[in-house]
Antibody, heavy 121, light 107 residues
Framework: QVQLVESGGGVVQPGRSLRLSCAAS????????MQWVRQAPGKGLEWVAV????????IYADSVKGRFTISRDSSKNTLYLQMNSLRPEDTAVYYC??????????????WGQGALVTVSS | DIQMTQSPSSVSASVGDRVTITCRAS??????LAWYQQKLGKAPKLLIY???SLQTGVPSRFSGSGSGTDFTLTISSLQPEDFATYYC?????????FGQGTKVEVK
């Protein structure tokens, strides 16, 4: 069965960096686009970034552009989110998600359990 | 950016009720709209994609309609497990954006 497991969350000071990982299993990872979505405490969902199945296309929300980098390693079936210059407003649960249909669909059918990132001094 | 506005922000309903949630886009998005359900402390769950297609495994009491700027999610007969928050998301243009959410509460 499809599983997405995020790791790497934690408490970090403003201005520091953190890298989230999303380990994928149960499907052919290299064929599927992936995304990151976040949710601040008590707030709604905010789209963060998406990466194409082959890693050649990466698109970011304006709020993270230039600070966050999405990447993937198909040899490890893992998606990453490198977060630099973190701000308190980046505090959120971060979810990774898999696109529904390989290489084509802009909707996402499997989601991880989420990783909490807290940016605080 | 394309703004997605959901209404109402919350709705109080009873088991068996018909519930309708609306999502309006600030510009036309064709049918590039998905609906997600999120329960407290859990990840979102895909219900509807391409505005009106039911995701595999989702009960048929859920349905979606609309195109262009106006979309609707309908729950035909609310069940106890349907009390949750619902979000629409457009994927017609970047950045992809979500509505602010609609909380379906017990009346």
């Amino acid at each position: 069965q499809v599983q997405l497991v995020e790791s790497g969350g934690g408490v970090v000071q403003p201005g520091r960096s953190l890298r989230l990982s999303c380990a994928a299993s149960g499907f052919t990872f290299k064929n599927y686009g992936m995304q990151w979505v976040r949710q601040a405490p008590g707030k709604g969902l905010e789209w963060v970034a998406v990466i194409s199945y082959d890693g050649t296309a990466k698109i970011y929300a304006d709020s993270v552009k230039g600070r966050f980098t999405i990447s993937r390693d198909s040899s490890k079936n893992t998606l990453y989110l490198q977060m630099n210059s973190l701000r308190p407003e980046d505090t959120a649960v971060y979810y990774c998600a898999k696109e529904r249909v390989a290489r084509t669909s802009p909707d996402f059918d499997y989601w991880g359990q989420g990783a909490l990132v807290t940016v605080s001094s | 950016d394309i703004q997605m506005t959901q209404s109402p922000s919350s709705v109080s309903a009873s088991v068996g009720d018909r519930v309708t949630i609306t999502c309006r886009a600030s510009q036309g998005i064709s049918s590039r709209l998905a609906w997600y359900q999120q329960k407290l402390g859990k990840a979102p769950k895909l219900l509807i994609y391409a505005a009106s297609s039911l995701q595999t495994g989702v009960p048929s009491r859920f349905s979606g309609s609309g195109s262009g700027t106006d979309f609707t999610l309908t729950i035909s007969s609310l069940q106890p497990e349907d009390f949750a928050t619902y979000y629409c998301q457009q994927s017609n243009g970047f950045p992809w954006t979500f509505g602010q959410g609609t909380k379906v509460e017990v009346k």
